[in-house]
């Protein structure tokens, strides 16, 4: 069965930090990008970052760009996302997600281009 389930999730002051963490099945991970996507109220659901399964390619999106910074440790299935100088407006909800293979690597950045999901993870930024 696939699954992912994220953690490390909670409520920040601005300027603080959190560590996201998503666990995968071994069948959900082994040879996909990674990548997570946020959701803050009534907005649409939007890419932050992804990660090539050796890790040796990253992408973020431009509001997160020199603040997140995401990992993965293979051995353990699992799936990192530092986030540091945090902002209010980081405020959602955090989806760990397996990308498709891709076509180019501007895939990435559409949330179509993931097919299995965790349940997410809040993060609240407070002002």
């Known amino acids: 069965q696939v699954q992912l389930v994220e953690s490390g999730g909670g409520l920040v002051q601005a300027g603080g930090s959190l560590r996201l963490s998503c666990a995968a099945s071994?069948?959900?991970?082994?040879?996909?990008?990674m990548g997570w996507l946020r959701q803050a109220p009534g907005k649409e659901r939007e890419f932050v970052s992804v990660?090539?399964?050796?890790?040796?390619?990253?992408y973020y999106a431009d509001s997160v760009e020199g603040r997140f910074t995401i990992s993965r440790d293979n051995a353990k299935n699992t799936v990192y996302l530092q986030m540091n100088s945090l902002k209010p407006e980081d405020t959602a909800v955090y989806y760990c997600?397996?990308?498709?293979?891709?076509?180019?690597?501007?895939?990435?950045?559409?949330?179509?281009?993931?097919?299995?999901w965790g349940q997410g993870t809040q993060v609240t930024v407070s002002s």
């Open positions: 997600a397996r990308s498709r293979p891709i076509q180019y690597s501007g895939d990435y950045y559409q949330t179509s281009q993931y097919d299995y």
């Open positions: 990660i090539s399964w050796s890790g040796a390619i990253t």
């Open positions: 071994g069948r959900t991970f082994n040879g996909y990008a």
